[in-house]
C-alpha cells in the first residue's frame, strides 16, 4: 500500500493537483499585499534519559541564538542547571516568544484598518480585513496543537512516561521526562499561549465588528440617499403633473398664448429646481 505522502506527490502531478495548485497559487497572489507575511517552519526536539536534547529545524542557526547566548554566560540557569528538560523548555519558550511578535504584528495590521474604516470606510478596507480575517483563523488552527503539547508535558509526563515503558517492557520510572522545575516554566509557556489564544480571538472578533461596521455605514449612506430621492420627488412631481397638464391643455389656444404660459410654467418649474 503506497504511502500517504506519496499518494499526495501522485495527486500533485496528475492534471487536476497542477490546476489546484495554480488557483492556489493565484489566490495567495491575491491575498500577498494584504497579508501579515509570517514564516512558518517545522521543528522538531528530541529528549534522551541520558540527558541528550537533540534539536532539527528549518532555516539557518539564527533561530537558536538566544540559546547559545545563555549558554555561554557561566551565570544563567541553562549553564548552571544539568537539567535537560530545561533546555527543551527554552527552545519551545523561544518559539512563543517569536509567536508574540508575530501577534503583534497583526495587532499593528488591525489598527490601521481600524483607523482607514473610521475615516473612509470603503470595500477596499473590507478586502483586507476579510484575508485578515482568514490568516487569524489558521494562526489559530495553527497554536493550537501547541497549547496541547504544553499542556501534555505538564499534566500526562509522568503518566505518558510509565505507559510507553510498560508496552517496550521496561520497568516503570518514578518520573517523567519533565523535572519538577522545568513543569513550572512550562506553566509559564502556557499563559504566555493562553494569551496569544486570546489575543487571535480578540482580533478576529474585532475585524468581524469592522467589517459589518463598514457594511452598516454603506447602508445608512444608501437610506439618507434614498431619503433625499423621496424629498426630491415630493417636491418636484407635482410640479411635473402641472407642467404636462398646462402643456397638454391648452394646445387649441392662441400661439402667442400658449408660448406665454407654456413659457411662464417652464420659467416657474426651473426656478424650482
Known amino acids: 500500500m503506497p504511502s500517504l505522502r506519496w499518494t499526495e506527490a501522485m495527486n500533485l502531478l496528475s492534471p487536476e493537483g497542477r490546476k489546484r495548485q495554480a488557483r492556489i497559487a493565484k489566490l495567495e497572489a491575491l491575498k500577498k499585499r494584504d497579508r501579515v507575511r509570517v514564516l512558518v517552519s517545522n521543528a522538531f526536539f528530541f529528549l534522551f534519559r541520558d540527558g541528550t536534547v537533540i534539536s532539527i529545524h528549518q532555516g539557518d542557526r539564527s533561530f537558536g541564538n538566544p540559546i547559545y547566548t545563555r549558554l555561554r554566560h557561566a551565570d544563567t540557569v541553562l549553564r548552571r542547571d544539568p537539567d535537560a528538560s530545561l533546555l527543551l523548555q527554552s527552545m519551545l519558550d523561544l518559539i512563543v516568544d517569536q509567536t508574540l511578535q508575530v501577534i503583534e504584528k497583526y495587532g499593528d495590521k488591525i489598527n490601521e484598518s481600524e483607523t482607514k474604516v473610521l475615516l473612509k470606510p470603503n470595500m477596499e478596507v473590507v478586502r483586507s480585513l476579510h484575508i485578515l480575517s482568514a490568516d487569524l483563523t489558521l494562526r489559530k488552527r495553527t497554536m493550537q496543537p501547541l497549547k496541547s503539547l504544553i499542556y501534555g508535558l505538564r499534566r500526562f509526563d509522568t503518566e505518558r512516561t510509565i ?111
Request: glycine share 4%; with cysteine; net charge negative.
Open 163 to 273: 505507559a510507553a515503558c510498560t508496552v517496550a517492557g521496561q520497568p516503570a520510572p518514578a518520573q517523567g521526562y519533565m523535572s519538577p522545575k522545568t513543569k513550572v516554566y512550562l506553566a509559564d509557556i502556557g499563559d504566555h499561549l493562553e494569551t496569544i489564544m486570546s489575543s487571535l480571538d480578540q482580533f478576529s472578533t474585532m475585524t468581524d465588528n469592522l467589517i459589518d461596521f463598514v457594511f452598516n455605514m454603506n447602508s445608512h449612506t444608501t437610506n439618507d440617499q434614498m431619503k433625499r430621492m423621496t424629498l426630491f420627488m415630493i417636491v418636484f412631481l407635482p410640479i411635473t403633473a402641472l407642467t404636462g397638464y398646462f402643456v397638454s391643455s391648452f394646445t387649441t389656444l392662441q400661439h402667442k398664448r400658449i408660448y406665454l404660459l407654456t413659457d411662464d410654467v417652464r420659467l416657474l418649474f426651473f426656478a424650482c429646481l
